[in-house]
């Protein structure tokens, strides 16, 4: 694969955008089903730098509701990873 020309959709795990296609081509016709196969968010950033462009992406090649689609994941906070200690005592400065 020419890596130049690689679009990269999940950069955690290193999911392209050829990835995406050819699963969805060879009849993965659920999202669920797609984002296992493929990992897709289940890297560091839990989904938050994917979902919803492999989710965009997958709405529009299988004629899906993207609405539908996203209203089935919970993004739960926080945004940021935050460092333990500052939600103990101890973590005060
Ligand atoms: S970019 Fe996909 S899990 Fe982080």
Redesign the pocket.
């Known amino acids: 694969m020419d890596r130049e020309k690689v679009t990269i959709i999940?950069?955690?795990?290193d999911?392209t955008l050829e990835d995406i296609l050819k699963a969805i081509e060879s009849g993965i016709d659920d999202f669920e089903l797609l984002r296992k196969k493929l990992k897709?968010?289940?890297?560091?950033?839990?989904?938050?730098?994917?979902?919803v462009i492999a989710a965009r992406l997958f709405a529009r090649k299988t004629g899906r509701n993207l609405g539908e689609i996203i209203s089935n994941y919970t993004f739960r906070p926080p945004l940021v990873p935050i460092p333990v200690k500052y939600f103990t005592r101890g973590g005060e400065k």
């Open positions: 999940c950069r955690c795990n999911v897709i968010g289940f890297g560091p950033c839990q989904g938050r730098g994917c979902l």
